[in-house]
């Protein structure tokens, strides 16, 4: 093992409550992310349950979704939602434009998503088609989906099926509009999210909550233009229409893909990499952190009262694709997978003031995943285990760790060798998840408590045999956290992380 590490945790000092929704999915129609990983017909010979399947609904269920963001993605600035409602056999043969331009059947549409999410027992999170629809589509869509049963809107909803109207907590106005969701500058957007904002509203329950699009990785400028001209209502709306003390939107999202090659085209291997590919995909997700603070710094100027949240709305590893179809996103999960997503989710808890959500890119099937199929096969992914670890700091309160512990170095990369967050929940236990980046040394640490009467400590870690390690649809999934060793004593709790791990100590 490597020079010790030692974490102080001062659970006097709490911070933010960690929003569940940190830990929200995202789903889009690409690949086989929708049909064949979600949707498979109530025909199918796969167990389903009105075409949803059962196996994929079992997963999910388990790691506690709170919410999933659906339909697209860049699907989405092309989605016309009246395709996907009506009678299966009667709704139009589309074309998926936004991907491999595959036939999109509309066999998965508003209900078959809201069924889903009641099936998960998850929030909806829409995303309204600013870059080829309307306000008015898009307020129609509101309608339809949450008016009164005795509305026109509602008695066409019954007509299909669903008499009650659907609560749907979170509107996403546009994706990527800065690209495929309509190429705009951000006084373009700006301007196009001001008039969204006025008409989109919930009809019944709980009031929608805005979602501008945000900038891609590090563009501050986005970010500032935004905030400056979109937060808040002029300064005399009609004042019974509106409550202008609240800003006009709820959060601002944020892209930001890890990936191991230097761009875009290169994103590198996904398997068969080496220590150095690995370092890179490392150094790239522990970006995320100097993303969100300094964009959350923009924020404060306009914000001081952080009333705005940093929605991650889409975050994840993206490696090159070494299948046949590219445009289908499809990648093998490996250990470098578990990795990414335990720093991400660290460094968001971390942030818990400024991040109200984030949603991982995508959930089945589709680039970083938590569920991958193969006709009526399904596997869970290292990423999945992390969300099941990790989904003890739903709602619990973040508490700041100061952690002293040796660098990882490799070659002209150098991070800081753990990645730790941890929360205290309402009953009284307090939780850490500690990544040990280093692919080869184990990491003998030594948590000080400050603070509180602990009992007992445990721990469970994943690991796996190398650093491409990847998920098989046959034999046992080598990913599944085992226990690990860790003694309390006078307040202080000694353990060695694996290397390349993923920890979770818990404290009572
Ligand atoms: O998640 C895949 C794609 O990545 C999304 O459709 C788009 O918003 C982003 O560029």
Same mark, same amino acid.
């Given at each position: ?8 945790v ?37 167990? %389903? ?30 989605y ?19 991907? +491999?331009?595959?036939?999109? *059947? ?27 629809g ?7 869509w509101?309608?339809?989906?949450? @008016? ?5 809107? $509602?008695?066409e909803r ?23 969701? $309509?190429?705009?500058?951000? #006084? ?8 969204? =904002?006025?008409?989109l509203? =919930? ?14 990785? #590090? ?8 905030? @400056? ?14 409550? *202008? ?16 090659? %230097?761009?875009w085209? %290169? ?12 370092a ?30 940093i ?22 999960? *490996?250990?470098?997978?578990a ?24 959930? /089945? ?24 670890l ?16 040796? +660098?990882? /170095? ?25 990544? %040990?980046? +280093? ?10 408590l ?16 190398t ?42």
């Amino acid at each position: 093992p490597g020079d010790s590490a030692v974490l102080t945790v001062d659970t006097g000092k709490p911070g933010a409550t960690i929003d569940p929704n940190i830990y929200g999915q995202f789903v889009e129609h690409l690949g086989r992310g929708v049909y064949e990983g979600i949707w498979v017909g109530p025909d199918s010979p796969i167990p %389903n349950v009105r075409g949803i399947r059962s196996d994929v609904v079992a997963a999910l269920s388990q790691v506690k979704v709170p919410v999933i963001r659906w339909p697209g993605g860049c699907f989405a600035d092309g989605y016309h939602w009246r395709d996907g409602i009506g009678p299966a056999t009667q709704r139009p043969a589309g074309i998926n434009a936004a991907w +491999d331009k595959s036939a999109e *059947t509309n066999a998965f549409g508003t209900h078959e998503y809201m069924d889903f999410l009641d099936q998960i027992g998850s929030k909806a999170f829409v995303s309204v088609n600013v870059g080829s629809g309307s306000v008015r589509e898009a307020d129609d869509w509101m309608r339809y989906m949450t @008016a009164p049963a005795d509305s026109q809107p $509602g008695k066409e909803r019954a007509a299909n099926g669903h008499a009650a109207p659907w609560t749907v907590p979170f509107i996403g106005v546009g994706n990527e509009s800065w690209g495929c969701g $309509g190429n705009m500058t951000a #006084d373009t957007y700006a301007t196009a999210f001001r008039h969204y =904002a006025a008409f989109l509203r =919930a009809y019944s329950g709980e009031r929608a909550k805005l979602i501008a699009v945000g900038a891609d990785t #590090d563009d501050y400028e986005w970010t500032e233009k935004v905030m @400056a001209q979109a937060m808040k209502w002029r300064p005399n709306p009609t004042p019974l229409a509106y409550n *202008t003390e609240r800003p006009l939107m709820w959060g601002l999202s944020l892209h930001f893909y890890s990936f191991a090659g %230097n761009d875009w085209r %290169n994103k590198g291997r996904n398997i068969g990499f080496g220590t150095d590919q690995w370092a890179s995909a490392l150094a790239r997700a522990h970006l995320t952190d100097e993303l969100i603070r300094r964009h959350a710094a923009i924020m404060d100027r306009y914000d001081p009262k952080k009333q705005v949240a940093i929605a991650v709305d889409e975050w994840g590893a993206w490696f090159d694709s070494e299948k046949d179809a590219p445009s289908q996103l499809y990648l093998e999960s *490996t250990l470098r997978d578990a990795v990414i997503a335990g720093m991400s989710l660290n460094i968001f808890n971390n942030h818990a003031d400024r991040v109200r959500m984030a949603n991982v890119a995508q959930m /089945v099937n589709v680039i970083q995943s938590l569920v991958l199929t193969q006709g009526a096969k399904m596997v869970v992914t290292p990423t999945w285990h992390v969300f099941d670890l990790y989904k003890v700091h739903q709602n619990a309160t973040m508490i700041p760790v100061d952690v002293q512990a040796p +660098d990882y /170095v490799e070659g002209a990369v150098r991070l800081p060798g753990l990645s730790v967050s941890a929360s205290k929940d309402a009953a009284g236990a307090l939780h850490l998840s500690i990544v %040990n980046l +280093d692919p080869a040394a184990a990491r003998p640490v030594r948590i000080d408590l400050k603070g509180g009467a602990w009992r007992k400590a445990s721990a469970r870690t994943l690991t796996a045999a190398t650093i491409d390690t990847r998920i098989r649809f046959e034999g046992a999934d080598p990913f599944v956290p085992g226990p690990l060793p860790a003694r309390l004593a006078q307040g202080q709790v000694a353990l060695t992380l694996p290397s390349k791990s993923v920890t979770l100590v818990t404290v009572e």
